[in-house]
């Protein structure tokens, strides 16, 4: 399976690993949506979103790359990290998935290292995460979501 994951991750690269660590069980190309102008996703079999979650939810650079480059139909997976709460999770980029028909292969969340605001005056919070346990956890739910897709 052809698959794009396109991912915000800033601070500490917590969502980045976790992408990298999907990437290493197939054909997987990871693509920053801060860097990318223009983008072609039609060539995909799977186009996964990554964020980590800021203010609560997914960051609104990922939520504008789905809206403006996300095929119509194409299955999507979601991916975020997250400090002290999941909050709204992949919320917003579930409704632009569903305004485009998207099905919905499925979503991995993981802790991740959070300096931000009043988290850096005690050291952070989640240190250590994502952690050897989280990498191996989404390696595997990347795995199943490609059985899950062959069968589609």
């Known amino acids: 399976m052809k698959t794009a994951i396109c991912y915000y991750s800033r601070h500490h690269g917590n969502t980045l690993k976790v992408a990298q660590a999907m990437a290493l069980e197939g054909e997987v190309d990871l693509i920053d949506v801060t860097t990318r102008q223009a983008v072609r996703l039609e060539g995909y079999d799977?186009?996964?979103?990554?964020?980590?979650?800021?203010g609560f939810e997914f960051q609104k650079a990922v939520v504008e790359f789905a809206r403006q480059y996300l095929p119509q139909g194409k299955p999507v997976f979601f991916l975020y990290t997250y400090g002290g709460a999941k909050g709204t999770g992949a919320k917003a980029v579930a409704e632009v998935a569903r305004e485009k028909?998207?099905?919905i292969l499925?979503?991995?969340s993981c802790k991740g290292f959070d300096t931000?605001?009043?988290f850096k005056l005690v050291g952070g919070i989640a240190k250590g995460h994502p952690?050897?346990?989280?990498?191996e956890d989404a390696r595997a739910f990347y795995r199943e979501m490609v059985r899950a897709w062959e069968a589609l």
Request: hydrophobic share 30%.
């Open 46 to 54: 799977c186009i996964g979103l990554a964020s980590g979650i800021y």
């Open 101 to 103: 028909d998207c099905p």
């Open 106 to 108: 499925g979503e991995f």
């Open 116 to 118: 931000f605001g009043p």
């Open 131 to 135: 952690d050897r346990k989280d990498l």
